[in-house]
């Protein structure tokens, strides 16, 4: 992709050993570029039912008409086929057809209902069409989320089933003998911190109680941001660029409080998923703050103990801040009772579904 998160692509492949091919997705290739964009753009054009399922996925997504480019020139020697974004859905179904293979489909986002820019309505709709038509055909389909996995089932009309984005249990050491924090330490940590995700509402709120606590986010920092939220509360603040999956984790027994806020406002896909974050919080022992989406509310019914459910109203946050700080030693203390009764979540716990599905 050609930005902050290559190294750590890079540490990922020499760690496992992959055998990765990276086919250019921004203008590093512009012709390449150039010719998939002019395709997505003039056919978003046509109405939906004039075009061939091949030609509504490449004006759904451009990455689709490059990726089947690519697998036009090249032979590759395969038994399954396992896709993982709306882009890769079309050429996985129409290779396994082509190579007599099974393919499978993760939808780790309910992509019809994430934020769309470019024609809402009708890249909606092109998005339901392709999910309703194509997932039939898979081997199996898995969802990051119980939520997710019931819209797609009522969509399709088949089994999903939901395999968690939780983590190796190794990666997650116990907090047990870590020096207690003088002040309350939180976390929030995502590819990008910005706008759009309930931070600005929550640090307006916490900056009433910077004597108290102290907050890092760790991410790739956007520009306004940084000058019209950050500069002004930086004193309790602490901004961190990403970092290695390991590294990441290694890190979290040293705080006490995850922030796991979404703005279910910005699309009704935020309303239903589960990210990667609140997974981490949860294994490493973390109080999680999770404001009320239905995903997240229905995480936090299911384990009451790890946290505690907010909403994104000022006088609410402010109102769980200060109950936070006055429970500031039973939130410390019971890190390590969290941590080890997460310890039957882990990713080895989840994979025992992918194997059952595999067979």
Excluded at 58 to 87: C, M, P, V
Excluded at 166 to 192: G, V
Aim: charged fraction near 25%; glycine fraction near 2%.
């Amino acid at each position: 992709m050609h930005n902050w998160a290559d190294t750590l692509d890079d540490d990922l492949i020499a760690k496992y050993h992959l055998d990765l091919v990276s086919i250019p997705a921004s203008k590093q290739n512009y012709l390449f570029w150039l010719q998939a964009s002019l395709w997505n753009r003039f056919l978003a054009f046509f109405p939906l039912r004039s075009l061939s399922m091949r030609f509504l996925a490449y004006a759904s997504n451009k990455r689709t008409w490059q990726l089947t480019q690519y697998l036009k020139k090249n032979n590759f020697d395969y038994d399954h086929i396992e896709a993982h974004t709306l882009g890769a859905l079309y050429p996985a179904y129409s290779w396994s057809k082509k190579k007599g293979k099974t393919f499978s489909f993760d939808v780790e986002d309910f992509h019809p209902e994430e934020k769309i820019s470019f024609q809402k309505n009708k890249e909606k709709a092109r998005r339901y069409f392709l999910m309703k038509k194509l997932l039939p055909f898979a081997k199996f389909i898995s969802a990051a989320s119980p939520l997710i996995a019931e819209e797609t089932e009522k969509l399709i009309h088949k089994k999903v089933v939901t395999i968690n984005n939780s983590f190796p249990e190794a990666e997650f050491k116990s907090p047990k003998n870590l020096k207690i924090n003088a002040k309350l330490k939180l976390l929030w940590f995502s590819q990008h911190i910005s706008f759009g995700r309930g931070l600005e509402y929550f640090l307006e709120a916490a900056w009433l109680y910077k004597e108290h606590i102290h907050i890092s986010l760790i991410g790739s920092l956007n520009g306004e941001f940084k000058n019209k939220i950050i500069l002004p509360k930086q004193e309790f603040i602490e901004i961190r660029s990403p970092m290695p999956q390991e590294d990441l984790h290694a890190i979290l027994p040293h705080y006490d409080v995850g922030l796991a806020l979404e703005d279910g406002k910005e699309d009704y896909n935020r309303e239903i998923c589960l990210t990667n974050k609140i997974w981490a919080y949860y294994q490493a022992g973390l109080f999680i703050l999770a404001n009320k989406t239905k995903a997240q509310i229905q995480f936090m019914q299911k384990r009451p103990e790890h946290g505690q459910l907010i909403s994104l109203k000022k006088n609410d946050l402010t109102t769980a801040l200060q109950a936070l700080i006055e429970a500031k030693k039973l939130v410390q203390s019971s890190k390590e009772k969290r941590y080890r009764k997460a310890k039957t979540e882990s990713i080895e716990h989840e994979m025992e579904k992918l194997k059952q599905l595999m067979k």
